[in-house]
């Protein structure tokens, strides 16, 4: 009889769940030991007045990574859930009024230069080092 080796993982956040079913991919017994009442570190909800309030990542960052994470598993994003895309990407309040965020990227980097001129240049060139190789 193989005796399974134990591992105790600290934290249920993207790394830690990520590292937990690797581990017990590869027949480790894991436990994931979590101090909050839910999984997922960071990418937590925060209700308040019939509000929603997301807590960390409000942009689905290299998708690329999602599916090659489930795809270790023989299964796709799509199996877990369906991505939509918002338009506008998100609504930033300010002491008076707000700003949206389009989710066009040529009215995007128009928005950043309306408010700091160059803005739209440096957005094009972060956006450029930042994509993805495919
Ligand atoms: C405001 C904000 C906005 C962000 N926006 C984006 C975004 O738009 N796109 C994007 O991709 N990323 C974004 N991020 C980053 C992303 O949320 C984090 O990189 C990611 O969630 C970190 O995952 P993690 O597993 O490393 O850590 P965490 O999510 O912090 O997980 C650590 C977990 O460990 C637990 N823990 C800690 N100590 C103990 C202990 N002693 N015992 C038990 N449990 C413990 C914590 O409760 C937590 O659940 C944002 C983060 C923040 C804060």
């Not at 960071?42 to 990574?65: H, I, K, L």
């Not at 009024?97 to 989710?103: C, E, K």
């Not at 995007?108 to 450029?128: N, R, V």
């Amino acid at each position: 009889m193989t005796i399974k080796k134990k591992v105790i993982i600290v934290g249920s956040g993207f790394a830690g769940l990520s590292a937990a079913s690797f581990m017990a991919k590869a027949g480790w017994d894991v436990t994931v030991f979590e101090k909050n009442k839910t999984a997922g570190g960071r990418a937590c909800q925060w209700n308040e007045q019939g509000f929603t309030f997301d807590m960390g990542p409000s942009f689905y960052w290299m998708p690329d990574v999602f599916e090659r994470y489930f795809a270790q598993f023989g299964k796709k994003v799509s199996d877990y859930y369906k991505l939509q895309r918002l338009d506008p990407s998100y609504r930033i309040f300010w002491d008076k009024g707000f700003t949206d965020l389009p989710a066009n990227f040529e009215s995007a980097k128009a928005l950043f230069e309306s408010i700091e001129p160059g803005a739209g240049e440096k957005l094009e060139k972060i956006s450029a080092r930042s994509a993805v190789q495919v």
